[in-house]
């Protein structure tokens, strides 16, 4: 296999998706494929030729993202002619995990810090790095809100709480910050108990074992088990974004930097809208 060339690339909203299929393209040619034109279509699919396996992309993400990044996986399979290999866990899991040499090819955090800490280590490139979705914090509870929680006050008068380890998960990080901000953290953190990421949390939520719990607005995006009872505003805490970043010791360079395009194109942007996201900031007018 020859080594693949390296590109440079920042990708924008108006040509984010010519830019992915440009830079799979390059990367599949490098790899021994070539695009051969489908059936039906102009622009034609990207296709092996030879009797390799195709090319596989390891994306670790923050776990709040599974569901959309899942769903919207084929897509780029589609066009790529790669299969993207999915593992999700908190943030701060998956640093460790990158740490102890796990195969990643692209890293999704919800929390910048944890990209700031790999490129820091020299694991992840910052310089190529997108910033590629935002999210707002919430309180969750229970579908029909058994507790009658309506506003910080009322974390209070309740019982259990839950939220993510603030020692791995950005979403537990961003609860203490909510809440120190607003004066109740030291009577709050009796009550808590800490999950080891928003999967977690949410389940806990659903499954009625707390009374309300701290996470992030797409959480209960399309769910029918839990619902957000209180909206964090605006400018109470520091923005939550999603930055993604290709792993320095991805032999599939040019294919990451093609997801991370593809991650930033209008249909992914609506995508993550759609699930209950911000778009990028990096695109928000």
């Given at each position: 296999m020859k080594t693949l060339v390296k590109v440079p690339f920042k990708a924008t909203a108006v040509a984010a998706r010519g830019v992915a299929t440009g830079l799979v393209a390059l990367a599949l040619a490098s790899s021994g494929c070539t695009q051969a034109p489908a059936s039906g279509s102009e622009s034609g699919s990207l296709t092996a030729t030879t009797s390799a396996a195709p090319l596989e992309l390891n994306v670790s993400a923050a776990a709040s993202l599974k569901k959309v990044l899942t769903?919207?996986?084929?897509?780029?399979?589609?066009?790529?002619?790669?299969?993207?290999?999915?593992?999700?866990?908190?943030?701060?899991?998956?640093?460790?995990?990158?740490?102890?040499?796990?195969?990643?090819?692209?890293?999704?955090?919800?929390?910048?810090?944890?990209?700031?800490?790999?490129?820091?280590?020299?694991?992840?490139?910052?310089?190529?790095?997108?910033?590629?979705a935002g999210n707002t914090l919430v309180v969750l509870v229970p579908q029909g809100n058994p507790a009658s929680v309506h506003a910080p006050q009322d974390l209070l008068?309740?019982?259990?709480?839950?939220?993510?380890?603030?020692?791995?998960?950005?979403?537990?990080?961003?609860?203490?910050?909510?809440?120190?901000?607003?004066?109740l953290w030291e009577k709050i953190a009796p009550k808590l108990v800490y999950a080891a990421n928003a999967a977690q949390t949410d389940d806990y939520v659903a499954?009625?074992?707390?009374?309300?719990?701290?996470?992030?607005?797409?959480?209960?995006?399309?769910?029918?088990?839990?619902?957000?009872?209180?909206?964090?505003?605006?400018?109470?805490?520091?923005?939550?974004?999603?930055?993604?970043?290709?792993?320095?010791?991805?032999?599939?360079?040019?294919l990451a930097k093609a997801y991370l395009a593809?991650?930033?194109s209008p249909e992914m942007q609506q995508a993550f809208v759609d699930a209950g996201f911000k778009q990028s900031p990096a695109l928000a007018k």
């Open positions: 769903d919207t996986a084929p897509a780029f399979e589609t066009s790529s002619g790669a299969k993207v290999v999915l593992n999700f866990g908190a943030s701060g899991q998956l640093v460790k995990q990158i740490e102890g040499g796990a195969p990643v090819d692209v890293f999704v955090s919800a929390s910048p810090s944890a990209v700031t800490t790999l490129a820091g280590e020299g694991l992840v490139s910052a310089e190529e790095s997108e910033t590629v008068k309740v019982a259990k709480l839950t939220t993510g380890d603030p020692a791995v998960a950005p979403h537990g990080q961003k609860a203490v910050e909510w809440l120190s901000v607003i004066g499954r009625g074992e707390v009374d309300a719990g701290v996470g992030f607005a797409s959480d209960a995006k399309g769910r029918t088990d839990i619902e957000v009872a209180y909206t964090v505003p605006d400018g109470t805490i520091n923005p939550i974004t999603y930055v993604a970043a290709p792993a320095a010791a991805s032999k599939q360079q040019e593809y991650l930033m």
